[in-house]
């Protein structure tokens, strides 16, 4: 059975950074498309950023692309969330996916996903 942890997250000032983690035991990582989608309270799970089998290709939301980074490293079964300047509205539980296809933003069900993990961007 293929399980997803993440980890990484916590309370942070605006402008500040966090690098959140997602290990995934159970099957062969290499198969899958990974990505990171978040949601907040009473709102939708939202798409933030896919990256392809090897981790040569990287899309982001538009919300995020230039302050936030993913990537992967095949060898430890891993997939990276680099979130840099960091904003209020940034604040959501982070849920890793795995699929056996290209994510994009309307990928909200189906595949794999983690339990999550809470970021609060807060003064």
């Known amino acids: 059975q293929l399980e997803l942890v993440e980890s990484g997250g916590g309370l942070v000032q605006p402008g500040g950074s966090l690098r959140l983690s997602c290990v995934q035991s159970g099957h062969d990582f290499t198969t899958y498309y990974m990505g990171w989608f978040r949601q907040n309270l009473g709102k939708e799970r939202e798409f933030v950023a896919g990256i392809d089998r090897s981790g040569r290709y990287r899309w982001y939301s538009d919300i995020v692309r230039g302050r936030f980074t993913i990537s992967r490293d095949n060898a430890a079964n891993t997939v990276s969330l680099q979130m840099n300047n960091l904003r209020p509205e940034d604040t959501a539980t982070y849920y890793c996916?795995?699929?056996?296809?290209?994510?994009?933003?309307?990928?909200?069900?189906?595949?794999?996903w983690g339990q999550g993990t809470q970021v609060t961007v807060s003064s």
């Open positions: 996916l795995a699929y056996e296809r290209p994510i994009t933003n309307k990928t909200t069900t189906g595949g794999y």
